[in-house]
């Protein structure tokens, strides 16, 4: 795999962690920040189905971590084509469904990741 593809699976990873920090753990305090077309009086009331939400976000970023240490070179690229492919769905039905910046933020880099693995993959 390639390093930039490993660097840009890292961010994907890491922008899940925070995504599953910010749902599971400080949905009423640091969210209200982050989702300012969300009306206040909403979080309390959704806390939980925001801690599902981020426990979602928690499995593709543990998916993404596994492609990067797993030892064969295929099954490298394999796995993280799968979860990269999960995140875009995500992205796109969050861009279409309630944001575009989700698109932008989560799907556009996952993209990026998975044109660099089928480029690898092609040569």
Not at 83 to 91: D, I, N, P, Q, Y
Request: glycine fraction near 6%; charged fraction near 10%; proline fraction near 2%.
């Amino acid at each position: 795999m390639p390093l930039v593809a490993k660097i840009i699976i890292g961010v994907v990873a890491l922008l899940h962690i925070y995504f599953l920090w910010l749902e599971m753990f400080a949905w009423t305090t640091k969210a209200k920040k982050v989702f300012r077309n969300f009306r206040e009086d909403l979080f309390e009331p959704t806390k939980t189905l925001a801690a599902n939400q981020g426990l979602y976000n928690g499995f593709l970023a543990a998916g993404l971590i596994w492609s990067l240490i797993i030892q064969d070179s295929q099954w490298q690229v394999y796995v993280g084509l799968f979860f990269l492919s999960c995140v875009v769905v995500a992205g796109i039905y969050g861009g279409i469904t309630a944001s575009k910046k989700i698109f932008v933020v989560q799907a556009l880099p996952a993209l990026i990741a998975i044109i660099l693995l089928l480029t690898h993959l092609l040569l």
